[in-house]
């Protein structure tokens, strides 16, 4: 079956401006969680939806950062007024639950801020 | 505090041959999972194997294994019969908590192994 996915997957803007990227999960999956992985680096926690659950953003970097979830699949993470420092990989990933141990990643956004 | 330490920044390996990636992890959490990711050039993030803190047995998944020894707080990752496309960076990463409570739901990463895999 199909994969997560992620759109766009490269995406260059100026500094100040608004970007949106998209995360559409696997199937099913009720868990939906957002990393970052700036150049040669691990990858850090964003944010995580659960089914209706309030989500958990606690890994947020600024209040410049915010997510959906719209109808429990597909996410938008948005970040305003880009900053130099936000770029990076923004990989999204999906599981089944909470009580699932494997996470599956998209392919990610390549995000630029010049 | 670190809570997944990856010595590592590179390693080489011939092909045929076995590799150890060494993962070390700090939780005071008496439930937890480590787990290994594969990520090649082209970025994706492909999930290798897991191992749960009260598994009795050390995981393995094909040419995979995690030498998992829970006093020492070490989950390295065995690689044997190592392949050309073996070659990529690889992530240990740990998620705390029980995964019923549905509680520390992310993983935390560690800084990850560059292996390159020499013919």
């Known amino acids: 079956g199909a994969g997560v996915s992620q759109s766009p997957s490269n995406k260059v803007t100026e500094k100040g401006k608004d970007v949106e990227l998209r995360c559409d999960p696997i199937s099913g999956h009720t868990a939906l969680y957002w990393y970052r992985q700036s150049l040669g680096q691990g990858l850090e926690f964003l944010i995580y939806f659960q089914g209706n659950s309030a989500p958990d953003k606690s890994g947020l970097p600024s209040d410049r950062f915010s997510a959906e979830r719209t109808g429990g699949s597909v996410s938008t993470l948005t970040i305003q007024r880009t900053q130099q420092e936000d770029s990076a990989v923004y990989l999204c990933?999906?599981?089944?639950?909470?009580?699932?141990?494997?996470?599956?990643f998209g392919p990610g956004t390549r995000l630029t801020v010049t | 505090a670190q809570k997944i330490t990856q010595t590592q920044p590179g390693m080489f390996v011939q092909e045929k041959e076995a590799v150890t990636l060494d993962c070390t992890y700090d939780?005071?959490?008496?439930?937890?999972?480590l787990f290994w990711y594969k990520q090649p050039s082209s970025g994706e993030m492909i999930f290798l194997i897991y191992?749960?803190?009260?598994?009795?047995q050390n995981a393995t998944e094909g040419r995979y294994s995690l030498n998992f020894q829970k006093a020492r707080k070490s989950a390295n990752l065995v690689i044997s019969a190592s392949q050309l496309g073996d070659s990529a960076m690889y992530f240990c990463?740990?998620?705390?908590?029980?995964?019923?409570?549905?509680?520390?739901?992310?993983?935390?990463f560690g800084s990850g192994t560059q292996l390159t895999v020499l013919p």
């Open positions: 939780t005071s959490d008496p439930s937890y999972g």
């Open positions: 990933a999906s599981s089944l639950g909470t009580a699932s141990y494997e996470q599956y």
């Open positions: 990463a740990m998620r705390e908590g029980r995964f019923s409570s549905g509680s520390a739901r992310q993983l935390t």
């Open positions: 191992q749960g803190s009260y598994d009795q």
